[in-house]
């Protein structure tokens, strides 16, 4: 899950990173409110869940609290990457005598949480890595032990001569490496790691992707969630215990399992359909999951058609069955539904389909033809 | 022959009196592998159904009756301290279905596992099962057939669909592997494909990636540089929108890497015959054997 800079800002500020002041506003007048109360210049950042948002006008300066309110009325009618701007952070402009990056993944290939540092600071650091990537240091910490001091400060090193800011960077690697650790992130990121002209070392920016097993068990993370963000659909589902993500086609599916599901629209676009969306079902046998998942995907009015591709194994196909003729029962679906479902109790799954006077398919290929086949004949 | 797992593994069941480990215990069993003791705080002492001595521990367990591999079926919250459990007790091999783990925590189990030797598959699989021999985890066993087709894949259902394919069609299985669905996990592509290539009984390979990281590129890297047997490769998510989450918590496209096609791309440079659509599995195998 992504969070916002406002609440990445927060995480860091309670691992006692050095932040700037900064306050979150939904309005211009409460923008200008804030500037006042912080006197000086301030910056004015877009609050979305978007890269590149200084290139699309999500950035600004203000000088004084009326430039400010200027700068907000802009900014929120704003739309980056089809995302509205709704909220914007006010910070003060600080002076800033140099940049640097520092991040921290968590890393697939070498098993653990890897800390990156680099002089080259307040760019794209994808780009850094691309053109000069001697200008990166990088080292995957031991999570038994942690970032140790030593390993802090050779990386400060690479950054600093003046060993007050390479104390005060090594500081705040240890303290990110906290941050990151106690909320569970898989990325956090300071970009740029500044130092004013008085030679204090601060975060100016704030990033932070956590890890949605861990949110799943932390209201206080739970609670950092932007649900405007998400298509309505999406948080029905994930309440429901389902997942599934929106997209633009007009077949509807429903599956049984991430790598199926996402073989499963693979193959609708193999056949020239577009799929609608990705859901899973999970691994349960519930009929009311079915019965969401159908309420779901009936709401998006470009769905033409629905396939179910049921592999039964710990799912047992009849409960399927069960949820899609309860769901029948419950709301009319007035798009062409393609059953395709084999695996444990598929004789009993038949004879209750028979029932409602539906068939199911048997052969994954065969089904995906036809409801890409049904789609195109009713779009 | 098979990898990991065979006629001769024994497994004690982590979680063996919850709701998924008492279902699956008996579907194990009803296969033919042998069960010899389950794990339960509070439950030492008790048998369950009649047949299988629960302990408290799994050292007890282990200590008891000799078991030398272990299933994990318990909820997410307890799933890290059970590996780190089994691993403590000696055991070589852990298989761990359980779905939901911190990857944060996986950094910490990893390392304790591979000191002691120990193999991990999952977390977050449908584990392993050798036909005819044993079955460790969920998969079904009436879909799979003894033969000499070896498969490893990060997914639960695809997998059951393409052996599917195979077993329909006369090919059976050496061993079917799933490694898990997650970022960080014990045994990866490559763990396996050494193991088939290694395995006098596996006469040709079956790979079902999926998008996100790289493990894919890397084992394609291997293929190129160490297998000797065929390999047909597929990877799903190639309609996958980029920087979201595709159930799995492993699938996600991140920036321009990650990326179903560049994954392909990889599998044919390395000479491993990629599948269009889960059907054609058969007919590419069958040309190359």
Known sequence: ?379 | MSIFVDRETKLVVQGITGRDGSFHTRQMMDYGTRVVAGVTPGKGGQRFDDAVPIFDTVADAVAETGADASVIYVPPAFAIGAMFEAADAGVKLIVCITEGLAVIDMTKVLPFLQERGVRLIGPNCPGIISPGQSKVGIIPGNICAPGNIGLVSRSGTLTYEVVDQLTRHGLGQSSCVGIGGDPLIGTNFIDCLEAFENDPDTEGIVMLGEIGGTDEQQAAEYVRNHLTKPVVGFIAGQTAPPGRRMGHAGAIISGSSGTAAEKMAAFEDAGIAVMKRPVEVVDLLKARM
Not at chain 1, 242 to 257: P, Q, S
């Open chain 1, 1 to 379: 899950m992504n969070i916002h800079e406002y609440q990445a800002r927060e995480l860091f500020r309670q691992a006692g990173i050095p932040v700037p002041d900064g306050e979150v506003a939904t309005t211009p007048a409460e923008v200008e409110e804030i500037a006042r109360r912080l006197g000086g210049g301030v910056v004015v950042k877009a609050q979305v869940h978007a890269g590149g948002r200084g290139k699309a006008g999500g950035v600004k300066l203000a000088q004084s609290p009326e430039e400010a309110r200027a700068a907000a009325e802009q900014i929120l009618q704003l739309t980056i990457k089809d995302l509205p701007v709704q909220k914007v952070l006010v910070a003060p402009i600080v002076d800033i005598a140099s940049e640097s990056y520092l991040g921290m993944i968590m890393d697939r290939e070498s098993q653990r949480p890897v800390i990156m540092v680099s002089p080259a600071g307040g760019i794209d650091i994808e780009e850094v890595a691309a053109t000069t990537p001697e200008k990166i240091f990088k080292l995957a910490i031991d999570p038994r032990y942690g970032l140790l001091s030593h390993q802090a400060m050779g990386l400060a090193f690479a950054l600093y001569d003046d060993i007050k800011q390479v104390r005060a960077a090594a500081r705040i690697m240890e303290q990110l490496y906290q941050a990151f650790v106690t909320n569970g992130a898989t990325l956090a990121e300071i970009n740029p790691l500044i130092t004013t002209s008085a030679g204090e070392v601060l975060a100016i920016d704030a990033k932070m992707s956590l890890d949605d097993n861990v949110v799943e068990r932390r209201p206080d993370l739970e609670a950092l969630r932007d649900e405007s963000a998400e298509a309505p659909s999406e948080v029905l589902a994930r309440e429901a215990g389902l997942t599934f993500i929106k997209l633009d086609g007009n077949v509807g599916c429903v599956v049984n399992g991430a790598g199926l599901a996402m073989a499963t629209m693979d193959l609708v676009k193999y056949y020239g359909g577009e799929p609608a969306n990705f859901l899973d079902i999970g691994g349960s046998s519930n009929p009311e999951k079915v019965v969401t998942a159908l309420r779901i995907i009936t709401m998006d009015p470009n769905v033409k058609a629905i396939l179910f591709n049921i592999f039964g194994g710990i799912t047992r196909t009849d409960d399927v069955a069960n949820g899609i003729v309860a769901a029948l029962d419950q709301f009319s679906v007035d798009v062409p539904i393609v059953i395709r479902l084999t695996g444990t109790n598929e004789d009993e799954a038949l004879a209750i389909l028979e029932g409602v006077g539906k068939t199911a398919l048997k052969d994954m290929d065969e089904a995906v033809k036809q409801v890409v086949r049904v789609a195109q004949e009713a779009a």
